[in-house]
């Protein structure tokens, strides 16, 4: 345990007074306090990285809407979660994710544990705005286990970031630019030849969507377990 | 004394690039189809023996995507002719399973279909059959869409609240019980 003094803020969060410590995010603060801000990316055991905008809150006195995951709180703070400007956005965003792969829920491994479907329907989306774009994506199945399904995937890098910061193997990464962003393995080698995975699976658990999932599940099928995460990360912290 | 008859709603339902699933599940709602029956009249439907859409329809239930140029001129049609038209199901909220073919070229699937996988009397047809869009669509990327009612099918009771939601003249509000592959 270090004994620096904790430095406590206080702050307002959708009307609510709120205190937290200078090293807390907006989203953590949030949550202890029983306010619900949308995430996607975020997994709670794994690091912040703001990626896919669900969790943008207004600043009062600042231009650009910030991401809550990774925006330290501060004193006097005064932070609006939900309008219809933020709503919008959220919506637009998750709209393209939608439209940017080929998300066909009803014959997807996850259909009804689905993070990506269930924020949908919590956040109305209940049709694409924008036109799909249909690109014929790769299905990797060389891995004896687990497969991956790069139509259902939404870059969300949670793979990626556990299988580094967790299993310690780097085995996921990401490939490439915009709509043509693909997670890999191993330098873009199939994954069932890859040298670094040790094939612990926590990629597929923690995985929001049908991306990566175990073999032999048919539609609706595949559950993820992520128990072992916040369990992993506790034991993470104590070893420090 | 003679009962003065209240007009009934004419309603549509329509089967166009889908399984009919959306129509199983509307003929899923058992009993609640005769409380249905009692405040609307079936006007056109794959269930009844219209063969031409009608005009002054009040709700048309369109189930399935814009697959085809009859889907093309049919969706169209209905547009003209109904007040209210609800997307019913993911195939025409979405594109849904009819819309995996896209992602290939339109030649490729009819070689795929009709010759690679044909045992017998190898050809595309290309009379009588509807000629098939390069790009299966969702209704609203075609005409404007009213009510969106998500759902592989969409559940009975679903389908019975949207109607006698918009029976009452309100849109009926369904984030909580509808969602995309349900």
């Keep these: 345990?270090?004994?620096?003094?904790?430095?406590?803020?206080?702050?307002?969060?959708?009307?609510?007074?709120?205190?937290?410590?200078?090293?807390?995010?907006?989203?953590?603060?949030?949550?202890?306090?029983?306010?619900?801000?949308?995430?996607?990316?975020?997994?709670?055991?794994?690091s912040n990285i703001g990626a896919c905008r669900m969790c943008l809150v207004e600043v009062k006195g600042m231009n650009k809407l910030m991401p809550a995951c990774v925006t330290k709180v501060q004193e006097g703070m005064v932070v609006t979660v939900n309008n219809e400007r933020l709503a919008e956005h959220r919506r637009l965003a998750l709209e393209m994710l939608f439209s940017e792969r080929n998300h066909i829920c009803s014959v997807c491994v996850t259909n009804g544990h689905c993070d990506l479907q269930f924020l949908a329907q919590k956040l109305g989306v209940n049709h694409i705005t924008m036109p799909y774009i249909h690109p014929l994506m790769p299905v990797d199945a060389s891995h004896p286990r687990f497969l991956a399904d790069h139509n259902r995937c939404i870059l969300c890098t949670r793979c990626v970031r556990v299988?580094?910061?967790v299993e310690g193997a780097h085995t996921w990464d990401i490939m490439g630019r915009g709509t043509k962003a693909r997670v890999i393995t191993d330098l873009n080698r199939p994954w069932g030849e890859s040298e670094s995975c040790t094939g612990c699976g926590k990629c597929v658990q923690v995985c929001p969507t049908g991306a990566l999932s175990e073999k032999g599940q048919a539609a609706g099928e595949m559950l993820k377990r992520r128990t072992f995460l916040p369990y992993l990360s506790m034991m993470r912290e104590v070893g420090k | 004394m003679t009962k003065v008859k209240p007009?009934?709603?004419?309603?549509?339902?329509?089967?166009?690039?889908?399984?009919?699933?959306?129509?199983?599940?509307?003929?899923?709602?058992?009993?609640?189809?005769?409380?249905?029956?009692?405040?609307?009249?079936?006007?056109?439907?794959?269930?009844?023996?219209?063969?031409?859409?009608?005009?002054?329809?009040?709700?048309?239930?369109?189930?399935?995507?814009?697959?085809?140029?009859?889907?093309?001129?049919?969706?169209?049609?209905?547009?003209?002719?109904?007040?209210?038209?609800?997307?019913?199901?993911?195939?025409?909220?979405?594109?849904?399973?009819?819309?995996?073919?896209?992602?290939?070229?339109?030649?490729?699937?009819?070689?795929?279909?009709?010759?690679?996988?044909?045992?017998?009397?190898?050809?595309?047809?290309?009379?009588?059959?509807?000629?098939?869009?390069?790009?299966?669509?969702?209704?609203?990327?075609?005409?404007?869409?009213?009510?969106?009612?998500?759902?592989?099918?969409?559940?009975?009771?679903?389908?019975?609240?949207?109607?006698s939601e918009l029976l009452e003249g309100r849109v009926p509000e369904m984030t909580s019980t509808a969602r995309f592959g349900a």
């Design chain 2, 7 to 163: 007009t009934k709603a004419r309603v549509a339902t329509v089967w166009l690039d889908g399984c009919s699933g959306c129509h199983m599940s509307l003929l899923d709602m058992d009993e609640k189809l005769i409380l249905l029956g009692e405040k609307i009249e079936l006007v056109y439907s794959p269930l009844v023996d219209a063969k031409d859409f009608p005009e002054n329809v009040d709700v048309a239930l369109v189930e399935g995507s814009i697959s085809s140029e009859e889907d093309l001129h049919k969706i169209k049609l209905i547009r003209r002719n109904t007040k209210v038209l609800v997307a019913l199901g993911d195939c025409s909220v979405t594109g849904n399973i009819p819309s995996m073919r896209t992602v290939f070229p339109l030649a490729k699937v009819m070689e795929r279909v009709y010759d690679e996988n044909a045992t017998i009397n190898k050809q595309v047809p290309t009379k009588v059959v509807p000629r098939l869009l390069e790009r299966v669509m969702p209704l609203h990327e075609v005409v404007k869409v009213d009510v969106y009612l998500p759902g592989c099918p969409p559940s009975a009771d679903n389908i019975f609240f949207a109607v």
């Design chain 1, 163 to 165: 299988c580094q910061e």
């Design chain 1, 1 to 46: 345990m270090n004994n620096t003094a904790i430095e406590i803020c206080t702050l307002i969060i959708e009307n609510h007074e709120c205190g937290g410590r200078a090293d807390q995010t907006i989203l953590e603060v949030a949550e202890e306090n029983g306010i619900f801000i949308p995430t996607l990316c975020r997994l709670s055991g794994l």
